[in-house]
C-alpha cells in the first residue's frame, strides 16, 4: 500500500503560480496511475489532471487544460502539479490519488484507491 503526502499549496494572486508536490512512500510510484483532484468549498470533489504510470500520457480537465500541467519523476516518488495562471475559481483543496489497477489516469474518483490528506490552494482576486 502505497501512503500519499501532498504539498506546495498556500495563498497566491490571481495570475500566480504555484507547483504542488505528491510526495509517495511505501511502495513504487511507478506501480500507480496517478492524479490530481481538487474540492472548492460546498461543491464536490472534481478531477484536475491524470498521468500514466510511467508518464508517457496525461489528461487534464478543460478547465485547466493550458494553465496546468501534471508531471512525475518515480526516481523521486513524486508527481507534481504546475499551476500557472491561477485565477479565484481554483480556490480549493487539492488531493493526489494513485490508482494501482489501470495503467493510464481516469477521471473517476472511484478509480482511485489512494488518497492524500489534501493541501489548501486559495486564489484572491
Known amino acids: 500500500q502505497v501512503q500519499l503526502v501532498e504539498s506546495g499549496g498556500g495563498l497566491v494572486q490571481a495570475g500566480g503560480s504555484l507547483r504542488l508536490s505528491c510526495a509517495a512512500s511505501g511502495r513504487a510510484l511507478r506501480t500507480y496511475a496517478m492524479g490530481w483532484f481538487r474540492q472548492a468549498p460546498g461543491k464536490e470533489r472534481t478531477f484536475v489532471a491524470g498521468?500514466?504510470?510511467?508518464?508517457?500520457?496525461?489528461r487534464h480537465a478543460d478547465s485547466v487544460k493550458g494553465r496546468f500541467t501534471i508531471s512525475r519523476d518515480n526516481a523521486k516518488n513524486t508527481v507534481f502539479l504546475q499551476m500557472n495562471s491561477l485565477n479565484p475559481e481554483d480556490t480549493g483543496v487539492y488531493y493526489c490519488?494513485?490508482?494501482?489497477?489501470?495503467?493510464?489516469?481516469?477521471?473517476?474518483?472511484?478509480?482511485?484507491?489512494?488518497w492524500g490528506q489534501g493541501t489548501q490552494v486559495t486564489v484572491s482576486s
Open positions: 490519488a494513485a490508482d494501482g489497477v489501470r495503467v493510464s489516469p481516469t477521471t473517476m474518483i472511484s478509480t482511485y484507491d489512494t
Open positions: 498521468i500514466s504510470r510511467i508518464g508517457g500520457s496525461t
